[in-house]
């Protein structure tokens, strides 16, 4: 595989955050791809999981990546940032088209992979809204390259000729592309943001409305037009369709939560930059929940119980812009 015609070995692997993968002789030579490479990791992590919504599609797209990136004369890279987001991009839009096809006989609704996030993600209201499931959701009915030109201009704020570059579209056609993708999503997009305070006290009264069994608090909290969904892939009990409205959800959550025999504790964690509860059964991951809050209420839950969806979520994973 190439890129801009230059021979990329086959056996170099991609280095894992704050590590050095060995090299030539030289080390000042050999140290400085795997440096540049490592310095950029997590936003080149970011800008594939957002184009994505997997972080195991991500990671493979950064091993890709790193595969081009150590056959490149390091002499004829003017910006390296720029050109590590070029080759992730298009990484990223051949995994997408593909994984698109995947989706189509995938079982049962399907939801973004979930992570767990710094606390301080959450800060960051830009970075955390937009790696929110609710947003990838939404990314999610755009077209391939709409959604890479959304993400690599509205998230990460490049300029249009580095994106023209980066989707093989002229400087003209970006413009038009990323217009009709603003407007798509801004039709889509979740109503409004709130301030980690805001959400962190609408979460603590969610989580003892559902811990304690009050119906009452549980319907004070929830929005009266919430929404929930999971994911199950087939494997575990799902929801098949979403289940709309605060009467309706509040006893979905007291069904599942109650369910006899059945030993279910919550921990708060930072899900997608937002909080959310890791789900335990009889002491084993059972799946997580993210919430969005919108005006103190909860909007929006999110459950994925796939356990290839589960896999990351003993560690947190770094995001950046």
Same mark, same amino acid.
């Given at each position: 595989?190439?890129?801009?015609?230059?021979?990329?070995?086959? /056996?170099?692997?991609?280095?894992?955050?704050?590590?050095?993968?060995?090299?030539?002789?030289?080390?000042?030579?050999?140290?400085?791809?795997?440096?540049?490479?490592?310095?950029? #990791?997590?936003?080149?992590?970011?800008?594939?999981?957002?184009?994505?919504?997997?972080?195991? %599609?991500?990671?493979?797209?950064?091993?890709?990546? *790193?595969?081009? *990136?150590?056959?490149?004369?390091?002499?004829?890279?003017?910006?390296?940032?720029?050109?590590?987001?070029?080759?992730?991009?298009?990484?990223?839009?051949? @995994?997408?088209?593909?994984?698109?096809? @995947?989706?189509?006989?995938?079982?049962?609704?399907?939801?973004?992979?979930?992570?767990? /996030?710094?606390?301080?993600?959450?800060? $960051?209201?830009?970075?955390?809204?937009?790696?929110?499931?609710?947003?990838?959701?939404?990314?999610?009915?755009?077209?391939?390259?709409?959604?890479?030109?959304?993400?690599? !201009?509205?998230?990460?704020?490049? $300029?249009? %000729?580095?994106?023209?570059?980066?989707?093989?579209?002229?400087?003209?056609?970006? !413009?038009?592309?990323?217009?009709?993708?603003?407007?798509? +999503?801004?039709? @889509?997009?979740? #109503?409004?943001?709130?301030?980690?305070?805001?959400?962190?006290?609408?979460?603590?009264?969610?989580?003892?409305? +559902?811990?304690?069994?009050?119906?009452? @608090?549980?319907? %004070?909290?929830?929005?009266?037009?919430?929404?929930?969904?999971?994911?199950?892939?087939?494997?575990?009990?799902?929801?098949?369709?979403?289940?709309?409205?605060?009467?309706?959800?509040? #006893?979905?959550?007291?069904?599942? *939560?109650?369910?006899?025999?059945?030993?279910?504790?919550?921990?708060?964690?930072?899900?997608?930059?937002?909080?959310?509860?890791?789900?335990?059964?009889?002491?084993?991951?059972?799946?997580?929940?993210?919430?969005?809050? %919108?005006?103190?209420?909860?909007?929006?839950?999110?459950?994925?119980?796939?356990?290839?969806?589960?896999? #990351?979520?003993?560690?947190?994973?770094?995001?950046?812009?």
């Amino acid at each position: 595989m190439t890129e801009r015609g230059v021979r990329t070995p086959r /056996t170099a692997e991609p280095p894992a955050p704050g590590t050095l993968v060995p090299g030539p002789p030289s080390p000042d030579a050999a140290d400085q791809p795997t440096e540049t490479f490592v310095a950029h #990791r997590n936003l080149l992590f970011t800008v594939a999981y957002e184009m994505l919504g997997s972080a195991a %599609d991500a990671e493979d797209v950064l091993q890709e990546a *790193w595969l081009r *990136w150590v056959g490149v004369d390091p002499g004829h890279v003017r910006d390296p940032r720029s050109y590590l987001v070029r080759i992730v991009t298009r990484q990223a839009l051949d @995994r997408l088209r593909a994984i698109g096809r @995947r989706r189509e006989s995938y079982v049962g609704p399907w939801l973004p992979e979930p992570l767990l /996030t710094a606390p301080d993600v959450a800060e $960051d209201v830009e970075l955390a809204e937009n790696v929110s499931m609710a947003m990838l959701l939404v990314l999610e009915t755009l077209a391939p390259t709409e959604r890479a030109v959304f993400v690599l !201009r509205e998230v990460f704020g490049l $300029d249009y %000729d580095e994106i023209a570059e980066a989707v093989g579209k002229s400087r003209v056609t970006v !413009r038009q592309i990323a217009h009709r993708a603003r407007a798509h +999503v801004a039709a @889509r997009r979740p #109503r409004g943001t709130v301030s980690p305070a805001e959400a962190r006290a609408a979460f603590h009264a969610f989580q003892r409305a +559902v811990q304690t069994g009050d119906m009452q @608090r549980l319907l %004070d909290i929830l929005a009266p037009d919430v929404v929930a969904l999971s994911d199950g892939g087939g494997v575990r009990h799902a929801l098949l369709r979403p289940v709309v409205g605060a009467g309706k959800v509040a #006893r979905l959550l007291a069904s599942v *939560w109650y369910r006899a025999g059945v030993e279910r504790s919550v921990e708060p964690v930072e899900v997608n930059g937002a909080p959310g509860l890791l789900v335990r059964v009889n002491g084993e991951i059972d799946g997580v929940l993210a919430i969005r809050f %919108d005006g103190g209420r909860v909007t929006g839950l999110y459950g994925v119980r796939n356990p290839e969806k589960l896999l #990351r979520l003993h560690r947190e994973t770094a995001v950046s812009r």
